[in-house]
């Protein structure tokens, strides 16, 4: 069963903690990205990865870091410099397009609450 | 990434009636996705628009890309419940073969 997932789906936290977002996907997609969205709000992204063992800052990069040792996962840690991590977050995958644009598939998302 | 206004933001209408949201850009683009988010859930791929004019139907939707690829609209014609959520267009931007996503539209029906 082909997708992308995303655990936990919600998560609280205390003020002052760093917290880690699982992201995995087995549809051998190159490209893995996450994004933030805040209420009624639309996305922004936070961090990006083409290759393993590469990663680029998205617009939002400030307070959080990721990894991408395997493929598959691209796992995104919220550190306490977050100053409003409280959000809803989303881990998409896509090919390489090789120039153009492929679509994007989306995990189902973790809710993030900073108590 | 290319940015891009999305109106309305939010639309109200009783089932049954239509439905457009709009999508501007000050500057061309290479290609356009629509993408639709239902309350609670995550944003799913609809549809690509590449080619200059390009209409795209997909059962009671119709996606248009503007003769000068500067903007493009959603229309959904006699809306149903099933349609409630959120309708993202989405140009690229934001890392290579990224995206950027608009605010999005919500569209709220009353039954």
């Known amino acids: 069963d082909g997708g992308i997932t995303q655990s936990p789906k919600y998560l609280f936290r205390k003020e002052g903690q760093n917290v880690t977002l699982s992201c995995e996907q087995n549809l051998n997609h190159d490209a893995m990205y996450w994004y933030r969205q805040d209420p009624g709000q639309g996305l922004r992204l936070i961090y990006y990865?083409?290759?393993?063992?590469?990663?680029q800052k998205g617009d939002i990069a400030e307070g959080y870091s990721v990894s991408r040792e395997k493929k598959e996962s691209f796992p995104l840690t919220v550190t306490s410099a977050q100053k409003n991590p409280t959000a809803f977050y989303l881990c998409?995958?896509?090919?390489?397009?090789?120039?153009?644009?492929?679509?994007?598939?989306f995990g189902p998302g973790t809710r993030l609450t900073v108590l | 990434g290319q940015q891009v206004m999305q109106i309305p933001q939010y639309q109200h209408v009783q089932e049954g009636e239509d439905f457009t949201t709009y999508c501007n850009s000050s500057t061309t683009l290479s290609n356009i996705q629509w993408y639709k988010q239902r309350p609670g859930g995550h944003p799913v791929f609809l549809i690509q628009?590449?080619?200059?004019?390009e209409v795209k139907k997909q059962k009671r939707l119709t996606f248009q890309f503007g003769e000068a690829k500067k903007n493009s609209s959603l229309h959904i014609t006699a809306t149903q419940t099933t349609d409630v959520g959120t309708y993202f267009c989405a140009p690229p931007g934001g890392g290579a073969d990224g995206l950027t996503f608009g605010k999005g539209t919500h569209l709220i029906i009353q039954p």
């Open positions: 998409a995958s896509s090919f390489l397009a090789g120039g153009s644009t492929d679509t994007q598939y």
């Open positions: 628009l590449v080619k200059s004019g």
């Open positions: 990865s083409q290759i393993v063992n590469d990663f």
